[in-house]
């Protein structure tokens, strides 16, 4: 293994020098990934080691000399893809958009690979740079969905067999007991090494695009039904032993054992075609042209980002103005929201049954971010999000509460600078123009009102009208 690694070097070298030239660019953003990875959360255990082995594939399977009668000269599309990703991420790494930063890194990547080694390069290039996305923390967004996907099809696979149970969302609440279908219960990390492993057979089988495809639709099918069915299995034990097994409450290795179970056979059955011998042909050489294209991209990038902070100006906190509102404590609200400390927080008043908060913070240096990274505010567990919000718009939505059966009517706004949203996502984009503009203020405001026991009409009356009055202005 040894000799043929060192026998493929040549080849795999200028796409190591490309990773090499890639990290320098966009150093702060590798800084911080390195950061996520040495952190070994759950959702991102497998950061490090597939970032090793992204590394180690280039080195004892490396992309395919590229046809060596093809002559290739500077790369003129390749150098402006560079320079418009170089600046793309400029931009979100000037705000801490972290998840869009991240996700720039593999486009960085191949944008280089096009204007330092050509276009036919960049394509041989691209399997690998997939399977370093795969080391990004970007997973924990996809975890809602596939709770959601899980209590979907487990609360169905439930009701079929016939077992006693009250259904509620992701709350099965069985005879001895309650099971919930949290965060934890998504499969994740099933579905990112299932996704993995079939990155890795289709690199090591040089398969096409067809063979990708199928590929990574049997991983992620695959590591999709083990979830499923363990967690059917425990809703199962659960139920006959009345909640008393102990894979109830520990059920980690008991997952991974039904993962083996699926995973080791589909590997035995997997197509290997191994390569014969170092492939034919000559590397990519690098176009001497394209590293001038890279200066011009360093003077965009660090350097742009150093400049773009230097507008940042101060500003006074924001208050809250709308009549009719008292002072109240932040504790006092109907439903308690889960806000990160650094916030400011305040809560008043208005009238029977309606609450307003304000949550405002300041973004005091170039590592923080203007508009913070905000959990869910309603805890899960208590209140679940019942189905008739659709009914009122999607800026409102009626909790419930899990045993007391109250509901409580909830509507966010976003105030990012002098801009306004009640979409989280849209606060996140807005921080672009905001601190371009000097903005350096943030602020969540929440009201909430509790519903009648019959209808959350009038409820939803008094939100609306309580956020069409009010405003945030500069402290005097």
């Known amino acids: 293994m040894l000799r043929k690694t060192l026998d493929q070097f040549p080849l795999a070298r200028p796409y190591l020098i490309v990773t090499v030239i890639a990290v320098a660019l966009f150093w702060p953003t590798w800084f911080r990934l390195v950061g996520e990875w040495l952190k070994w959360e759950q959702v991102l255990a497998h950061g490090l080691p597939t970032f090793a082995i992204f590394i180690g594939l280039l080195l004892i399977h490396p992309p395919a000399p590229t046809d060596s009668r093809t002559r290739r000269g500077f790369s003129i599309a390749g150098s402006l893809a560079l320079i418009a990703t170089v600046a793309v991420w400029a931009l979100l790494e000037l705000v801490r958009i972290d998840t869009l930063t991240y996700l720039m890194l ?49 609360t169905k696979l439930v009701s079929g067999m016939g077992i006693t149970a009250l259904i509620e969302g992701a ?35 040089d398969f096409r695009w067809k063979g990708w495809v199928a590929a990574i639709a049997v991983g992620a099918g695959l590591a ?19 909640m008393e097994s102990s894979l109830v409450a520990d059920h980690e290795t008991f997952g991974w054992a039904i993962y083996a179970a699926f995973v080791i056979p589909v590997m035995w059955l997997a197509p290997v075609r191994r390569r014969s011998g170092v492939p034919s042909g000559k590397p990519p050489h690098l176009l001497g042209k394209g590293f001038a294209v890279v200066v011009a991209a360093f003077l965009i990038g660090p350097l742009g980002i150093s400049l773009a902070h230097s507008r940042a100006t ?25 806000v990160p400390d650094e916030l400011t927080q305040q809560a008043w008043s208005r009238g029977p049954g309606t609450w307003v908060y304000l949550a405002q913070t300041r973004k005091a240096g170039r590592e923080d971010k203007l508009v913070p990274y905000l959990p869910p505010r309603v805890p899960g567990g208590t209140w679940f999000h019942t189905d008739q919000s659709a009914d009122y718009g999607s800026d409102i939505r009626i909790y419930q509460h899990l045993t007391e059966r109250r ?67 500069p402290a005097q």
């Open 106 to 154: 593999p486009a960085g990547l191949l944008a280089l690979a096009w204007a330092l080694l050509g276009f036919r390069a960049m394509l041989r290039f691209l399997p690998y740079v997939l399977l370093f996305g795969l080391s990004l923390p970007i997973w924990s967004d996809f975890v809602p969905y596939l709770v959601v996907l899980a209590t979907t099809v487990v």
């Open 407 to 473: 509901q409580v009517v909830t509507a966010e706004r976003f105030q990012v600078g002098n801009y306004i949203t009640s979409s989280y996502t849209k606060a996140k984009l807005l921080q672009i123009p905001a601190t371009l503009s000097g903005e350096n203020r943030f602020a969540l405001i929440a009201v909430q009102s509790t519903c009648a026991p019959r209808s959350c009409d009038n409820a939803v009356e008094r939100v609306r009208n309580t956020l069409e009055n009010l405003a945030l202005e």
């Open 314 to 338: 101060d500003s006074p906190n924001w208050t809250l103005t709308l009549p009719g509102i008292t002072s109240a404590r932040s504790t006092s609200l109907p439903v308690p929201l889960s």
């Open 171 to 205: 709350n099965i609440t069985l005879p001895y007991g309650r099971l919930v279908i949290a965060d934890g219960c998504s499969g994740i990390r099933y579905f990112a090494i299932s996704i993995l492993l079939a990155m890795m057979m289709a690199i090591l089988n």
């Open 224 to 242: 999709l039904v083990v979830n499923w069915v363990r967690i059917t299995a425990l809703v199962v034990i659960a139920y006959q032993s009345n």
